[in-house]
């Protein structure tokens, strides 16, 4: 019952910024942690950062000091501010959020993914 639905991504040159969203809607009582990831060809998955309710945050260290995630809670909502891309950043990325619906049961969920490609 949960749907995640992101946008945002595409095409931008090295150097450049990009701002990805992610809502989440459904029979949610609760959302505990919301996140991106993100998957090239051949590769596994891989965590690029994610945000507790409370605030925490968490990195990957390749995207230190060049992403920032935040929510807004009261929109269900995930923000990742992409800054100082790089040709490496170039990915599928993947909204994921994790909590509780409102029959008390636990739920995660994950986006459709959107691409961002970023060119040299």
């Known amino acids: 019952q949960v749907h995640l639905v992101e946008s945002g991504g595409g095409l931008v040159q090295a150097g450049g910024s990009l701002r990805l969203s992610c809502a989440a809607s459904g029979n949610i009582l609760s959302i505990n942690t919301m996140g991106w990831y993100r998957q090239v060809p051949g590769n596994q998955r891989e965590l690029v950062a994610d945000i507790i309710r409370g605030g925490t945050t968490n990195y990957a260290d390749s995207v230190k000091g060049r992403f920032t995630i935040s929510r807004d809670n009261a929109k269900n909502t995930v923000y990742l501010q992409m800054n100082s891309l790089k040709p490496e950043d170039t990915a599928v990325y993947y909204c994921?959020?994790?909590?509780?619906?409102?029959?008390?049961?636990?739920?995660?969920?994950w986006g459709q993914g959107t691409q961002v490609t970023v060119s040299s």
């Open positions: 994921y959020a994790e909590g509780t619906l409102l029959n008390v049961r636990r739920f995660q969920d």
